[in-house]
C-alpha cells in the first residue's frame, strides 16, 4: 500500500514527463523528446480526415509520429504549443494548452498516458482544426 506522499511523486512524476516533451517540443529539440520521452510503440492520434488535414491519423509507433511532427513547420509559420493546466490521474495526464502560429490563437486539449518506462505510450490530440487549417501556408 503507498502512503500519500508516494502518490503524490507518482503524479508528480507522470505530469514531469509530460512537461518535459513539451519542453523539448518548444526548443524544437526532437531528439530528446523521441529518444527520452516517447515510448517506442506510442500511438497518437490525431481526429480527422486522412488526407484532409497533413496530422490526421492514428500514427502507430515513434517512428510514424517523428515522420508526421516532420510535416509542422512545412504546413504553419512559428508554430507553438504552450501548456497550461494539467490535470493527473494515475498515469494519464490531460493538459489544457494554447496553440499558436501565423493566423493563428486557438485552445488545444491532449490526453497522455505514461507507460511503466517512464515514456509516453498514448497521445490523442483534441485541437482546433478548423483554425489550423485555416492557419495553414497555402
Not at 18 to 39: P, Q, S
Not at 112 to 129: C, L, P, Q, R
Request: with cysteine; charged share 25%.
Amino acid at each position: 500500500i503507498l502512503n500519500s506522499k508516494q502518490i503524490r511523486g507518482i503524479f508528480m512524476e507522470v505530469k514531469d514527463v509530460v512537461k518535459k516533451a513539451y519542453e523539448a517540443f518548444g526548443k524544437g529539440d526532437m531528439e530528446t523528446m523521441f529518444n527520452n520521452l516517447v515510448h517506442d510503440e506510442c500511438t497518437w492520434t490525431f481526429p480527422g480526415e486522412v488526407g484532409k488535414h497533413p496530422l490526421s491519423g492514428v500514427h502507430k509507433g515513434k517512428q510514424a509520429m517523428m515522420e508526421t511532427f516532420q510535416k509542422i513547420p512545412a504546413a504553419w509559420d512559428n508554430f507553438q504549443v504552450i501548456p497550461g493546466e494539467m490535470i493527473s490521474e494515475g498515469n494519464k495526464v490531460f493538459v489544457k494548452c494554447t496553440g499558436k502560429a501565423n493566423g493563428m490563437e486557438t485552445m488545444f486539449g491532449h490526453f497522455f498516458e505514461v507507460a511503466d518506462n517512464g515514456k509516453i505510450s498514448t497521445m490523442i490530440t483534441y485541437d482546433d482544426t478548423l483554425s489550423m487549417f485555416n492557419a495553414m501556408k497555402k
